[in-house]
Nanobody, 130 residues
Framework: QVQLVESGGGSVQSGGSLRLSCAAS????????MGWFRQAPGKEREGVAA???????SYADSMQGRFTISQDNAKNTLYLQMNSLKPEDTAMYFC????????????????????????WGQGTQVTVSS
């Protein structure tokens, strides 16, 4: 069972940048589907970005062009580079993982479908002030 620990959150002003990290307890590169999700107070958790085992990335529309998801396979670490931050980006950010679904024709990663991820970190708070 993989364990995930997020870090890198903090408080920044609008327009600023942060890089979140998610350290995994085991090798995840090309073995786990990985994703970043966030939850703001009073709102449902939503998908931010995801990376499949073949390296294909996906982003929520409001993050496209501002956020970048990446992996360092040597460090078993997932990253989320966040630029041009806005007050509406304020939320608790969570890292998630799951093994791919395998079938006869290949595999499937759930991308931004949060309910299909079964391993979660404890979250790291991001606060953006105007």
């Amino acid at each position: 069972q993989v364990q995930l620990v997020e870090s890198g959150g903090g408080s920044v002003q609008s327009g600023g940048s942060l890089r979140l990290s998610c350290a995994a307890s085991e090798y995840t590169y090309r073995t786990y589907c990985m994703g970043w999700f966030r939850q703001a107070p009073g709102k449902e958790r939503e998908g931010v970005a995801a990376i499949a085992i073949d390296g294909i990335t996906s982003y929520a529309d409001s993050m496209q062009g501002r956020f970048t998801i990446s992996q360092d396979n040597a460090k078993n670490t997932l990253y989320l580079q966040m630029n041009s931050l806005k007050p509406e980006d304020t939320a608790m950010y969570f890292c998630a993982a799951r093994r791919p679904y395998y079938y006869s024709g290949g595999y499937y990663c759930p991308h931004l479908s949060q309910y299909e991820y079964n391993y979660w970190g404890q979250g790291t708070q991001v606060t953006v002030s105007s």
